[in-house]
């Protein structure tokens, strides 16, 4: 499948590389790639910098956000919450219609330090106002209740055992994201209901945040025992 | 342990019967006990009326918020986010002071129909809002992400193999509260810091809320993989 994954960082690399591993055609797109090609440092969690990590997937692209979306079947928001809506603006509201948009982003806002607030919350949702803004893409969040590492491969952390959610108005775009979360080894993927639903999984990054501080490891995850 | 539990619904039932089961000197608390004991309706959730859950529990007492609470060395804030403070304030500052105060309720706010929002989040928390107008009470969050049933009796789903969390400001009001839990039978109690975690606990209602829809059962429960 040919695949846009919006977004450079840690989440952009970890699905980049995950699907392109997995035979898919894979181009990530960002604002600026001649800016993007020219960062050296880490990002301020420590994880390379794009640059270092495409010389070690040479089987994926780096192109514009419009470039990135302009062919793929699949486009996958993997943008910070607050540029997310500008991002795919910039991919071009034509290049995202009819098409499965897999937002993975959250509403994060470290504007007052850490731990971040919530930018939207409890009555409204980012994947909310992304599918409000792109009526004609089938939104359909998921992967966002966990760490990046967690999130392409799963098994790393007990076999597997534990839960992601899908939420989205569309059935079809729903089936579709769930195939590709199977193929990363998810073998527990809860249907939520409409987009709407996404309001809850995006409550989920408070707590996620204090899991992280107690424990001292990002490597952890919710699952849903019933 | 002398024990007041504030609140006569579903979860002030609950743990009223199971803290009286292992052997506990329970006093329930209710605004008004007349009217408490004229009720012969089940509640809105099928519960039924406190009169009939009292006939089969006669060790349990039933008295005012401030009777229940004068002598207790333990209380538990089982009634409804909405009314909690007022109820608290009822029960009395004095009965309070110095006591371990175990918050189960959740900011709830139906008055848009459903599902609910929350009328406290993300920068407060109805845990922390309690804590400070209880400035000298040991206030401690936990039981509020899961069914009643499960709360006072884990080991009815998964042999107890889900997680329960406690948040607050004081070390030993948390050691007596997890000893309560574990009592219960609940074997993996997270203790997430202060009383500001109280934030993700409660945030996790709305994906509780829609896991119930989805699933169609109140009873799941989330454990915490690592």
Same mark, same amino acid.
């Given at each position: ?7 450079? /960082? ?8 995950? !699907?392109?591993?997995? /035979?898919? %055609? ?27 990590? &495409?010389? &070690?997937?040479?089987a ?11 062919? &793929? ?15 795919? =603006? ?8 009819g #098409?499965?948009?897999? @937002?993975?982003a959250?509403? !994060? ?12 919350? %409890?009555? @409204? ?5 992304i599918?409000?803004?792109?009526? =004609?893409? #089938?939104?359909?969040?998921? !992967? ?10 799963p ?19 729903? #089936? ?5 979360? =199977? ?39 919710? #699952?849903?025992?019933?």
């Amino acid at each position: 499948m040919k695949i846009a994954v919006l977004g450079t /960082g840690m989440v952009g690399q970890a699905l980049a590389g995950r !699907l392109a591993g997995l /035979g898919h %055609d894979v181009t990530v797109g960002t604002r600026d790639v001649a800016a993007t090609m020219a960062r050296t440092e880490p990002d301020g969690m420590g994880n390379p910098a794009y640059r270092d990590w &495409a010389a &070690a997937h040479p089987a994926v692209t780096l192109a514009t956000f419009e470039q990135a979306a302009a062919d &793929a079947e699949l486009i996958v928001n993997a943008t910070s919450g607050d540029v997310s809506i500008a991002a795919l =603006e910039a991919a071009g509201r034509d290049n995202l219609a009819g #098409k499965v948009l897999l @937002d993975i982003a959250n509403p !994060l806002d470290f504007s007052q330090g850490f731990p971040p607030s919530l930018f939207v919350k %409890d009555t @409204d949702s980012l994947g909310e106002r992304i599918q409000a803004a792109f009526p =004609e893409s #089938k939104v359909v969040k998921s !992967l966002n209740t966990m760490n990046a590492h967690l999130m392409v491969d799963p098994a790393q952390l007990a076999g597997g055992a534990h839960s992601v959610f899908v939420c989205g108005d569309d059935a079809e775009a729903k #089936k579709t994201v769930t195939g590709v979360l =199977e193929s990363f080894g998810h073998t527990d993927v809860i249907d939520l209901g409409d987009i709407s639903t996404a309001r809850g999984t995006e409550m989920l990054l408070p707590v996620w945040l204090r899991l992280y501080g107690a424990l001292g490891t990002p490597m952890f995850q919710f #699952k849903i025992v019933r």
